[in-house]
């Protein structure tokens, strides 16, 4: 067996540890004689699966008993249009700071349901930064108030969180999910997609306070409302079973291999160091983000010369070092190091990055 070291910014690798349980979990779990995935959602087998991951997760995060967690499907895509559906129900205003395509996208879904304010954007320099904010230009009676935490394209993340008083901040947390603490009581929502950092794709995971359920327009499809998935234990329809599964499973990682989140930051930041402290020094490579915002997660750099990049990613792949081509709109390359990326793979790829250095400048 070989596997690679895979920097694909999601799905992406996850755990082998994990892997390895799932392979020996597959036909036979705990003795029940079936897999996972062909048990009924409603037996008391995958209850406790279910139930198991939802507690983890509380554990791990620290999330309030104020909080429902929903397991859900669909993708952080359709929370763009699920928030507002849910939470633009005041003034039918809502403010977002553009730091990238995903803010972008919640913008302009939301912009089909009220009136959706952007108040910042990097856009003028390829999204390469966070905007300073000034809480004076906010929307005082928002509904809520948006923010893309790490931005999985251009390699940034809010290392400080808005400060918008009453209105509430709703969070896209898809690509840093449990890479870091992070305090949820600052937040009225959170969601992510799980392919990124937590288990294969196929579950959303929305953490919302109880006060924010139950006030969803008139026209919200019932699998979109909030409310029915809050009162029915993220069961009112079949759920991505396996990967619920697979997530609690990632979980268990976490909080056993890894230590909890506050060793799964030391170790991110470990990884993150090597990569970054590498591209500052180097002649050939460069990272194309400014300093105190960069991501933990993403890290795009570029050579400076499309055919360098090119030759780059190529050679990468036949080394073993796979999906390291940047986002067509950046270009260059990105290397995700999610939570399940060993140290071993970030210090093997820095040193194939010295080896083709020394060979191209
Ligand atoms: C990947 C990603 C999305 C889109 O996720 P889907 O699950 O494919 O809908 C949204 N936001 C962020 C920050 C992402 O990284």
Redesign the pocket.
Known sequence: MARVYNFS??PSTLPEEVLKKAAAEMLDYKGCGMSVMEMSHRSAIFEEIINGAESLLRELMGIPDNYKVLLLQ?????QFAMVPLNLMNGSGKADFVLTGQ?AV??YQEAQKYGQANAVASSKDKTFSYIPKLDPDTFTKDADYFHI?V????YGTKFNTLPETGNVTLVG????CILSEPLDVTKFGLLFA?A??NLAP?GL?IVIVREDLIGNARDITPTMFDYKTHADNGSMFNTPPCYTIYMCKLVLEWIKNTIGGVEKMKEYNEAKAKILYDYLDSSALFKGTVVPEDRSLMNVPFVTGDADKDAAFVKAAASAGFVNLKGHRSVGGMRASIYNAMPIEGVQALVDFMKDFEAKNV
């Open positions: 910014a999601g669909g993708g952080a895509w359709s995903w996208k919640a893309c790490n931005n999985t394209i896209d947390i898809s690509s997609g392919q990124k794709a959303t």
